[in-house]
T-cell receptor
């Protein structure tokens, strides 16, 4: 079966711009969660969605937001980009908190 | 200020030897644990999971041990191969109401010497 698909794989943005990342979960998985990975902080939880509802949010500023569609696909948005937002953004899908499977991530570079 | 990268513990093993990677988890209420392998430029790859009602679980060439008393998790890799070289993360999850996230450890870099 197809895995978790994240697009785009790489992205370069300028400070102050906004960006939207996309994640398509494994078929049948209704939970999608997002993580930020940096060398300094490791893997940190951003938010989790289930059936279009955000159930949990990590400790990130309001510039980070997300949503989930009826087909379980999810997007995350970062507005007013800062240099410190440069990171690998990972999406994971699960069958309600079992067997979290990650995508390959989107490498965001803010210049 | 200058950002400092996480200091990743490293483990170097000879090809064919067994590897043991350790992890201390933080939440005594966590009841679900996963080990991931991450290769450079890729997302974390699921290796094996274990629930808190078990002490040990085996997969293909891998074994996870859970010691809830001291909040310790370990991953044993048998007959380590060069393809096992990667960073390994443990992740914990509490399945109680309101908790829908994985909390990750800092990771251990495994290097396999041919």
């Amino acid at each position: 079966k197809a895995g978790v698909t994240q697009t785009p794989r790489y992205l370069i943005k300028t400070r102050g711009q906004q960006v939207t990342l996309s994640c398509s979960p494994i078929s049948g998985h209704r939970s999608v969660s997002w993580y930020q990975q940096t060398p300094g902080q490791g893997l940190q939880f951003l938010f989790e969605y289930f059936s279009e509802t955000q159930r949990n949010k990590g400790n990130f500023p309001g510039r980070f937001s997300g949503r989930q569609f009826s087909n379980s696909r999810s997007e995350m948005n970062v507005s007013t980009l800062e240099l410190g937002d440069s990171a690998l953004y990972l999406c994971a899908s699960s069958f309600d908190r079992v067997g979290y499977t990650f995508g390959s991530g989107t490498r965001l570079t803010v210049v | 200020g200058e950002s400092v990268g996480l200091h990743l513990p490293t483990l170097s093993v000879q090809e064919g030897d067994n590897s043991i990677i350790n992890c201390a988890y933080s939440n005594s209420a966590s009841d679900y644990f996963i080990w991931y392998k991450q290769e450079s430029g890729k997302g974390p790859q699921f290796i094996i999971d274990i629930r808190s009602n078990m002490d040990k679980r085996q997969g293909q060439r891998v074994t996870v041990l859970l010691n809830k008393t001291v909040k310790h998790l370990s991953l044993q890799i048998a007959a380590t191969q060069p393809g096992d070289s990667a960073v390994y993360f443990c992740a914990e999850n509490y399945s109680g109401a309101g908790s829908y996230q994985l909390t990750f450890g800092k990771g251990t870099k495994l290097s396999v010497i041919p």
